[in-house]
């Protein structure tokens, strides 16, 4: 991409940094596909966000909603370290259409449904908000 001025061409039109597209790690995505006990996965895998995701959501269909909150705190700061990673600077978009994004964002839809239920508001609000900001994509398919 050309460089102008510090910042690049595709910043200068749009308004903004970049997408941040996470490195594509297709073995926990397998192996859950795949029938492998989240839990597993998050164990041999424990970078990956979606294991943890998964692991909260089960948890929450099963009314574990302290269990889910933890799982998806793991997941989302599992998440925010692989970001920074790819050079994401604390804001800008993730692509829900980048399926190793999806991860993170499944994480931090899981922190917010969590938080929303055991009455941490402003954790909720926040990370409703962090969610549409990232992926508007993301917010309506996983309900926000």
Known sequence: MQQTGGM?????LLGGPAPTHLPDYPEPRELLANGTAPADVAAKYPTSSLAWAQLADDAFERGSVVESYAY???????GL????????KGHG??????????????ALHALARAA???????????????LKDSSPTAAQTLGQ
Do not use: K, M
Request: with cysteine.
């Open 8 to 12: 690049t061409l595709h910043e200068n």
């Open 72 to 78: 998806a705190r793991t997941g989302y700061h599992r």
């Open 81 to 88: 370290d692989s970001l920074r990673r790819a050079g994401w």
């Open 93 to 106: 978009p993730v692509p829900w259409e980048h399926e190793p994004n999806r991860g993170f964002l499944r």
């Open 116 to 130: 929303g239920s055991i009455g941490e508001q402003e954790e909720y609000e926040r990370c409703t908000q962090f």
